[in-house]
């Protein structure tokens, strides 16, 4: 279920994400579709801005490492 959180001072859509749902990946373009016209609004958001959340993801992906090296 979507939440709603209030923008601090400074703050982007990309630093709530980080805080709130722990990523940014995959989830900042969902938090811009959950809220029509926050990219207008500029890089920082107004303090006490709500923006509505999506889900946090199910899982986490992982990406296969590469050793160069023995």
Same mark, same amino acid.
């Given at each position: ?16 994400? &980080?805080?709130? /749902? +722990?990523? =940014?990946?995959?989830?900042?373009? #969902? %938090?811009?579709?959950?809220? @029509?016209? &926050?990219?207008? /609004? +500029?890089? =920082?958001?107004?303090?006490?801005? #709500? %923006?509505?959340?999506?889900? @946090? ?14």
């Amino acid at each position: 279920m979507p939440r709603t959180v209030i923008a601090q001072q400074h703050d982007t859509v990309d630093q709530l994400c &980080l805080r709130h /749902l +722990g990523r =940014t990946a995959g989830v900042t373009e #969902a %938090v811009y579709e959950l809220n @029509p016209g &926050l990219a207008e /609004l +500029g890089p =920082t958001l107004p303090l006490g801005r #709500a %923006v509505v959340l999506p889900d @946090p993801p199910a899982t986490s992906a992982t990406v296969p490492t590469v050793q160069l090296w023995d």
